[in-house]
C-alpha cells in the first residue's frame, strides 16, 4: 500500500542521467594543478654546493683573535678597555675623560689611536665588539663606534652583561 498523503501512489524515482558536468570541471582542474605543480618543482631545487675540507697543520693553527672594546667605570671615571685572544693574548686600557660631552672628538681619537695600533698588529682582523655599562651614556658608545669603524668596519653590539661582570 503506497499511498501517498493525497491518496495516489508514489512512483519510484530512478537515475534517468547522470550529470557527470560536474565531475569533468573537477577532473580539468585535477589535471592542470598537476601540470602547473611539476613544472614549479624544477623552481624549488635547491643545490647546495660540495663540502671542502682543508687538513690544518700545526703550523697554521691559529686561535681566533676576537676583540672586544668595553668600556666600564661611572660617570666621573670611565676606562675603555680593548681585549683580545688568540696566539698572543692582550689588553690595552683608554682613560676617557669626564669633559666627554664637550669634547666627544678627544674620545674618538683616543679610541683611534687605540684600535689603529691594535689593526697594525693583527692586520686581517676586520670585526670587533663594542659593550658598554648599562648606566653609561650612550654618547660614549658613539664616540667608540666612530673611533672604531675607521680601521674596523664590521662593529658588533655586545649585551651590557659582559660589562657588568668585568671589574675594576
Known amino acids: 500500500m503506497n499511498d501517498d498523503f493525497y491518496g495516489g501512489e ?14 569533468l570541471d573537477m577532473f580539468i582542474s585535477i589535471i592542470f594543478f598537476l601540470l602547473l605543480s611539476t613544472s614549479m618543482i624544477g623552481l624549488t631545487k635547491q643545490v647546495i654546493p660540495p663540502s671542502a675540507t682543508k687538513a690544518i697543520t700545526s703550523e697554521e693553527s691559529s686561535l681566533p683573535v676576537n676583540p672586544r672594546i668595553i668600556v666600564i667605570g661611572t660617570l666621573d671615571k670611565m676606562n675603555a678597555i680593548l681585549k683580545w685572544e688568540g696566539n698572543k693574548p692582550g689588553s690595552v686600557k683608554v682613560e676617557i675623560t669626564s669633559d666627554y ?3 666627544p672628538k678627544q674620545v674618538v681619537d683616543d679610541i683611534k689611536k687605540m684600535v689603529g695600533d691594535f689593526k697594525k698588529e693583527h692586520p686581517s682582523e676586520k670585526t670587533i665588539q663594542v659593550t658598554l655599562k648599562s648606566d653609561l ?5 658613539i664616540s667608540v663606534m666612530d673611533g672604531v669603524r675607521e680601521h674596523l668596519p664590521d662593529v658588533v653590539l655586545t649585551s651590557y652583561q659582559t660589562a657588568e661582570s668585568i671589574q675594576e
Open 137 to 141: 651614556p650612550y654618547q660614549i658608545l
Open 101 to 103: 660631552l664637550t669634547k
Open 10 to 23: 508514489i512512483k519510484s524515482k530512478g537515475l534517468d542521467e547522470l550529470n557527470i558536468v560536474p565531475i
